[in-house]
Nanobody, 119 residues
Framework: QLQASGGGLVQPGGSLRLSCAAS????????MGWFRQAPGKEREAVSC????????YYVDSVKGRFTISRDNAKNTVYLQMNSLKPEDTGVYYC??????????????WGKGTLVTVSS
């Protein structure tokens, strides 16, 4: 099971740190990712990190603002989001990354956490 947390309401320019804790399995053998779905839009891949923590992917719209990281000892993946924009609003999900993909949704995902960027 994957549980995302850390969402909330933030003003434009603000920051949030999302966490994704795993239970029932260990993350260290999985590539992991964050995906989001904005109202009325399709789900998109935001960022992924390889199981070895040496490869990262970011969608162009968040490059330079978001940072994905993982702490295998804590069985947790994080997404640090800075300089947030209204267009970052959506439900954020953490999930395993499809093996062999750059950042496609894998077989395991959890309930999302809502991020709202608004003044």
């Amino acid at each position: 099971q994957l549980q995302a947390s850390g969402g909330g309401l933030v003003q434009p320019g603000g920051s949030l740190r999302l966490s994704c804790a795993a239970s029932g399995f260990t993350l260290d053998s999985y590539g992991m990712g964050w995906f989001r779905q904005a109202p009325g839009k399709e789900r998109e891949a935001v960022s992924c990190v390889s199981s070895s923590d040496n490869l990262r992917y970011y969608v162009d719209s968040v490059k330079g603002r978001f940072t994905i990281s993982r702490d295998n000892a804590k069985n947790t993946v994080y997404l640090q989001m800075n300089s947030l924009k209204p267009e970052d609003t959506g439900v954020y999900y953490c999930a395993t990354r499809k093996p062999g993909s750059r950042c496609s949704l894998g077989n395991y995902w959890g309930k999302g956490t809502l991020v709202t960027v608004s003044s």
